[in-house]
């Protein structure tokens, strides 16, 4: 029976968000012993972290472990599974910080949310700073969080180990990616490779590869498994990374959860950009320049950005290596050993990534 992609993310979406809310109500309550102001915030951060998203990392993981076992111990993964989403919204909560975003998922940021709440507690001085203040803590809080599940996750100790060694690979390969990510803001000239080294550390590792290798652990994985991940994972998350591009230039505020244009402002060197550079006219270039990193730039001035990247063939170019990349990933999972039916699962989820529009 061919496997329903959207029935199944939605039947572990809804397992995974429970699990999440039991978790978080047992923080609010011990965070409730200490303080009004410490529950507060936990209740926030489960709110925040509640209020939408598809779940994909901890699909990934709970496929990671299907790949090499059967269904006997799923309630125990999929609790081990919440970990990569508070890793994720720990990342967030940071990234939105240094991004400057005002936005996440329709909703106030976590930091503008707290300036927000000192602004009505105690006035306006200062209220950006108690913001982005609360939201380091916050993003800290939910870093032992994720570490805490799978540290006490209902596996041999040996798999949770390893499991747990990979989660922090993932925390430092995340860290080195917003740092080169970071330095390409500033820097003048970025080559294409450079851009892909940034989307494999900050997207492809934490997102597919590493989520599937932890899941795998946990069901005794050896090497050449997670080899074979890493040979879907990495092709696949530059897919996601690279659509998730075209998205932030093209799509709408109500699909991406966030102004469209972002990457402009912040001044964000995507390959869409790299590529027209390099094909449009020293006017165009000039326009374009001018926009990136520029707070107020006006959606006038974004739409001609597009138009540029469409007429210098940008945003085919990078359409057709999203195709390129997730043909990569089919063929390294079909050619794998994995069962039959996970195996069907990512690739259907291959193809999904390539035709999102979140």
């Known amino acids: 029976m061919a496997v329903d992609v959207d029935g199944v993310m939605a039947q572990y979406q809804a397992k995974i968000n429970e699990r999440l809310g039991l978790f978080f109500d047992e923080q609010i309550e011990e965070a409730s012993k200490i303080s009004d102001y410490t529950r507060d915030v936990v209740a926030n951060i489960k709110e925040y972290?509640?209020?939408?998203?598809?779940?994909?990392?901890?699909i990934f993981l709970i496929y990671g472990y299907k790949c090499l076992t059967e269904d006997d111990n799923i309630d125990a993964i999929i609790e081990a599974s919440i970990s990569i989403e508070l890793m994720q919204s720990y990342l967030l909560i940071h990234d939105d910080i240094m991004d400057e975003?005002?936005?996440?998922?329709?909703k106030p940021t976590f930091h503008i949310e707290y300036k927000n709440i000192c602004a009505a507690?105690?006035?306006?001085?200062?209220?950006?700073?108690?913001?982005?203040n609360m939201a380091i803590l916050a993003g800290d809080l939910l870093e032992a969080y994720g570490m805490d599940v799978l540290t006490n996750s209902r596996f041999k100790e040996e798999y949770v180990k390893r499991a747990l060694q990979k989660y922090t690979e993932?925390?430092?390969?995340?860290?080195?990616?917003?740092?080169?990510?970071?330095?390409?803001?500033?820097?003048?000239?970025i080559t294409e490779a450079e851009i892909l080294l940034i989307h494999k550390?900050?997207?492809a590792s934490y997102t597919i590869e590493n989520p599937l290798q932890i899941g795998a652990i946990l069901a005794g994985a050896v090497e050449a498994?997670?080899?074979v991940m890493s040979n879907y994972g990495l092709p696949l998350g530059l897919a996601f990374q690279i659509q998730d591009d075209i998205l932030g230039l093209f799509g709408t505020e109500e699909k991406i959860g966030k102004p469209v244009g972002s990457d402009i402002r912040e001044g964000k060197k995507t390959l869409l950009i790299?590529?027209?550079?390099?094909?449009?006219?020293?006017?165009e270039k000039g326009i374009i320049t001018s926009a990136m990193g520029n707070a107020d730039v006006t959606m006038a001035e974004i739409d001609t950005i597009r138009d540029i990247v469409r007429e210098t063939g940008?945003?085919?170019?990078?359409?057709?290596?999203?195709?390129?990349?997730?043909?990569?990933?089919?063929?390294?999972?079909?050619?794998?050993?994995?069962?039959?039916?996970?195996?069907e699962f990512l690739v259907k989820i291959a193809d999904f990534v390539g035709v999102r529009d979140f």
């Open 274 to 283: 790299l590529h027209a550079l390099s094909n449009c006219s020293e006017k």
């Open 49 to 58: 972290t509640l209020r939408g998203g598809k779940r994909l990392r901890p």
């Open 314 to 343: 940008s945003r085919d170019y990078s359409k057709r290596l999203v195709g390129e990349k997730i043909k990569e990933a089919i063929h390294a999972i079909e050619g794998s050993n994995f069962r039959a039916e996970a195996k």
């Open 225 to 227: 498994d997670l080899a």
């Open 101 to 106: 975003d005002e936005l996440r998922r329709g």
């Open 170 to 189: 993932i925390v430092k390969n995340v860290g080195y990616g917003q740092i080169l990510d970071i330095m390409s803001e500033k820097k003048k000239d």
């Open 201 to 203: 550390l900050k997207t």
């Open 121 to 132: 507690l105690f006035g306006e001085g200062e209220a950006r700073k108690f913001g982005e």
